[in-house]
């Protein structure tokens, strides 16, 4: 499997997900930066990593949106090249269009950085083949502007279709107002797109996928994309 970093100014997490990346394929991840205008051809993964791009000013993701590699990430996702998109990353690409909804301040108006538990709602798509619905994980968190937002309509296609990866969850798997940390609609922190290509989530998979960071939780989403794509 071949994969790709994207990397704006006031991304941090781009080497975390790179080394994740790298760990369970084997390979060097390319990063790519955000003022490039083509990416390699034979990609079969782009990650758009969490951080403050831009310095999060407008809208968190709002200008990242805009960068000149958008476009061609914009048109490798329409090809099916899968999209990983993790904390702004996930701001970006709702504001690009490629998924539905808005990440808005956190219910507290709070900047948080915790461990939270997530419910895998979906085993079906490239990104969660190695979990089984119904796990429940400990992933971390970062973020002051992750309350998922999206209309009744908006909320009604993305579950009537299955098309929620994660929900905020007690460690037994409960779905209650405490374990959302943010105030996200329907404690929904994982989204895909219809074709389940690109995956966007609030919480940072690669920074609890080696034993020597304190977890191994999110090693089977870079497990799952290997297994599958390669």
């Known amino acids: 499997m071949k994969a790709a970093v994207i990397v704006f100014p006031g991304s941090n997490c781009d080497r975390d997900i790179a ?29 758009v990593p969490g951080g403050f791009s831009y310095g999060d000013y407008l ?55 915790k461990d939270v538990h997530l419910k ?18 400990r992933i ?17 296609m993305l579950e009537g279709e299955g098309r929620v990866a994660f929900r905020y969850c007690t460690s037994d798997g409960k779905l209650t107002d405490a374990a959302n940390p943010n105030g996200s609609r329907n ?9 389940r290509t690109v995956l966007g989530m609030m919480p940072h ?3 609890l996928a080696d034993k020597n960071l304190g977890g191994t939780d999110g090693r089977a989403m870079f497990e799952s994309l290997v297994e599958t794509l390669s």
């Open 19 to 47: 080394v994740a990346l790298e760990q369970s394929t084997g390979v060097p991840t390319r990063m790519i930066w955000h003022q490039d205008t083509d990416l390699p051809s034979d990609l079969d993964l782009i990650a």
């Open 59 to 113: 809208r968190c993701g709002a200008m990242a949106a805009h960068s000149p590699i958008m476009r061609e990430v914009k048109a490798r996702a329409d090809k099916g090249v899968r999209i990983l998109a993790v904390c702004n990353g996930f701001q970006v690409v709702t504001e690009a269009g490629l998924l539905p909804g808005v990440l808005m301040r956190n219910k507290d108006l709070r900047f948080i950085c």
């Open 120 to 137: 895998v709602e979906d085993s079906q798509s490239a990104f969660t083949a190695k979990y089984k619905v119904g796990d429940v994980l």
């Open 140 to 156: 971390p968190i970062a973020h002051a502007e992750g309350n998922y937002f999206a209309d009744d309509e908006t909320l009604k």
């Open 187 to 195: 404690s929904i922190a994982g989204i895909f797109n219809k074709s």
């Open 205 to 207: 998979p690669e920074r």
